[in-house]
């Protein structure tokens, strides 16, 4: 089970890191024609942190930071499909920085549940 906590720890990690880099090339207003890749990749990465937080609950992590990653999952993919139509106009930049600080707060969850299960997992007794 560690095995498969660290793959998917590492896989929100690498897929975080080129949606941070992507949402800013797009920020700037270039690479427009990536927006699908970054949606591809945005996926994986709640894919990723929904596996997490199954194998989480099952090392015993509280039911609730469990329960939040998989709603926190949820909000991730509806924010960033529906974020063109919110707030258009010249405070669109509002509902950008959200999008981005939703997706940060999915890399930490993921990263807390990692780190939560791995400490269960060493200090559950071996039978």
């Known amino acids: 089970m560690k095995t498969a ?10 897929t975080g890191l080129l949606q941070i880099i992507l949402g ?10 990536l927006v699908s890749l970054h949606m591809l990749i945005g996926l994986i990465l ?4 929904w596996v997490l937080a199954v194998l989480a609950g099952l090392s015993g992590v509280n039911w609730g930071l469990v ?11 509806v924010l960033g499909v529906t974020q063109t139509q919110l707030m258009p106009g010249g405070a669109h930049w509002v509902i950008q920085l959200l999008h981005l600080l939703v997706g940060l707060g999915a890399i930490g969850l993921s990263e807390r ?5 791995k400490q269960n997992l060493v200090a559950a007794p071996v039978a």
Do not use: H, K
């Open 5 to 14: 906590i660290t793959t998917c720890q590492m896989i929100v990690r690498a």
């Open 24 to 33: 800013l090339i797009f920020w700037t207003g270039n690479l427009l024609n």
């Open 46 to 49: 709640v894919l990723a942190l």
């Open 67 to 77: 329960i939040l990653a998989i709603v926190w999952g949820l909000i991730v993919p």
């Open 113 to 117: 549940l990692a780190r939560m299960s």
